[in-house]
């Protein structure tokens, strides 16, 4: 009997041990929460009044870490230098300077405290005041690139005082925008006040050179209750420098030109290609003299570059400008090179169609700009032959190149009209294939409508550039004279242009 059980034991043994899982150990349940504020524990207490210390304690359910402190713990307004400090499951923020009295302060954490494990974090607000009430006004507002239009996140927004300079003085309240570029400021005392952001790039808390600024017009009465809208922009340097880039191997562009009539490179005026702005060219290089370039701008640095014959001799390229390589029957073929264009040789350039049958053409030289005019009757696609030295300059001649090009007939393009009449004033406004202008209108106060014809059929969108200063470019902001960034808008047409279709549309401002 006693065996008898003995088996039976060892089977059920054997069963259990068959069927069993081994499973790994785990911690639990992932822990999603972060760590939040033990009821009863914060001193000064929420929206505590006639409160005269100089520090913060604040008790968590679990133990915690702290991120970034000097970066994300603000205090409104400022009370000097803060000190963050983490002991188990406690905080204490201290600050050195005295408060204001009957002032409203707040201490916000902005993802400060995280949990151990999962870095979990959130946002925290405390309020108290030095006086008998809490203020409870508001500003809110949101901060958008003056350029592109996207919302700018992580920047630092501030109120200042009526007629201050931030760059010389501290902020009354400081904010942070969000993802979406808004930001907020509560509890602000009845007052009116300057707002003033900035992309902190160097972490300093203070606007520098080089940070993209964006600043409101006019002074801003807290409890407003319009959003206001900023829009950042990287203020000119005012220092005038002359500055240099060379496009090996024949040009370079120049810029911070107090007067381009009077510079000078190697001794001789500069050669001007194209005029970008009023202190900013492309200019011909000459043949360097000892194997330097010597650049003299009136009342600016002289740049000596060392430039030496045999970078001379290099790379020079020739890029097609015709968009998408797509040639249009009895138009132009277009080019720019790195190189001033002296002489062309045509017996090195030969254009055929796809019937290998050769076609004459005209040509046409600006600088460093080459315009060929092909010859045909038919609509069949062409080849370009480039040979190299087909064109020369100072020492040196073109590499070669070749390129198929695409031949359209009238009917295989679309035309396209644009309704200007809610833009008013004077615009640039430019058709748009991703981040290329393909076309450009300069609207006058006058114009009301703008047609561009022989497009080729695709998905295209609109830029508008508000000319105010009416110089026929986009003007940047100005911090001194008070000035904004000009505006941009942009359009999705609505309808896809197709093979010989004439499409009109209206640009609807705020639609």
């Known amino acids: ?30 822990d999603n929460y972060a760590p939040t504020i033990v009821e009863g524990s914060q001193n000064p207490a929420q929206e505590a009044l006639n409160v005269n210390q100089q520090e913060l304690h604040v008790k ?31 905080l204490t923020i201290k600050w050195e300077g005295p408060m204001e009295p009957n002032t409203t302060y707040i201490i916000q954490l902005n993802g400060t405290v995280t949990d151990l494990n999962e870095k979990n974090d959130t946002v925290h607000q405390f309020v108290f005041s030095t006086g008998n009430t809490i203020d409870s006004l508001t500003i809110k507002g949101v901060l ?38 808004e930001f907020g400021f509560s509890y602000l005392k009845t007052n009116s006040y300057q707002v003033f ?28 209750t319009n959003i206001i809208a900023l829009r950042t922009f990287l203020p000119k340097d005012t220092t005038q420098k002359l500055q240099l880039k060379l496009i090996n191997p024949g040009l370079a562009i120049l810029s911070g030109l107090d007067n381009i009539e009077k510079t000078t490179v190697n001794g001789s005026q500069v050669e001007v290609l194209t005029q970008f702005t009023n202190d900013s060219v492309l200019i011909a290089l000459p043949n360097p003299v000892n194997d330097y370039l010597t650049f003299i701008a009136p009342n600016l640095d002289t740049i000596q570059k060392p430039f030496s014959e045999r970078e001379r001799q290099k790379n020079f390229g020739i890029q097609s400008k015709t968009y998408k390589n797509t040639w249009k029957y009895t138009d132009s073929l277009f080019f720019e090179c790195n190189e001033m264009i002296r ?7 030969s254009i055929k169609d796809e019937k290998k049958q050769s076609l004459s053409y005209m040509y046409h030289i600006n600088g460093n700009k080459l315009i060929l005019i092909p010859t045909t ?56 294939d991703g981040n290329l202008a393909i076309r450009t209108f300069i609207k006058s106060e006058t114009d009301t409508i703008v047609t561009w014809k022989h497009l080729l059929p695709n998905t295209y969108s609109v830029q508008c550039i508000e000319d105010k200063d009416n110089n026929k470019q986009w003007t940047n902001g100005n911090w001194v004279k008070k000035t904004q960034p ?16 004439d499409i009109e549309e209206k640009l609807i401002l705020n639609e």
């Open 1 to 30: 009997m006693y065996m008898v059980r003995t088996i039976l034991f060892l089977i059920v043994i054997a069963l259990f041990a068959s069927c069993a899982e081994i499973l790994p150990l785990t911690g639990g349940e992932e």
């Open 60 to 90: 968590f359910n679990e133990y915690f870490t702290l991120n970034d402190p000097s970066n994300t713990v603000l205090m409104n307004p400022k009370a000097g230098k803060i000190t963050t400090t983490a002991n188990k499951k406690e």
């Open 144 to 181: 958008t690139d003056a350029f592109t239009n996207g919302a700018v996140s992580g920047a630092v927004v501030c109120l200042y005082e009526e007629n201050v300079n931030p760059f010389e003085t501290s902020p009354m309240y400081v904010a942070q925008t969000n993802q979406r570029g």
């Open 197 to 224: 952001a900035f992309i902190d790039k160097n972490k300093d808390r203070t606007p520098s050179k080089g940070e993209k600024i964006a600043f409101h017009s006019s002074s801003i009465a807290a409890g407003d």
């Open 343 to 349: 002489s062309i040789d045509t017996s090195k350039i």
């Open 377 to 432: 009757n038919s609509l069949l696609d062409l080849d370009l032959k480039i040979q190299t030295g087909a064109l020369k300059g100072h020492s040196n001649h073109s590499d070669s190149a070749s390129i198929h090009y695409d031949t359209k007939a009238i009917t295989d393009y679309s035309n396209l009209s644009l309704d200007l009449t809610e833009l008013e004033g004077n615009w640039i406004i430019q058709l748009m």
């Open 486 to 501: 000009e505006t941009i808008v942009r359009f999705q047409l609505k309808s896809k242009l197709r093979p010989n279709w």
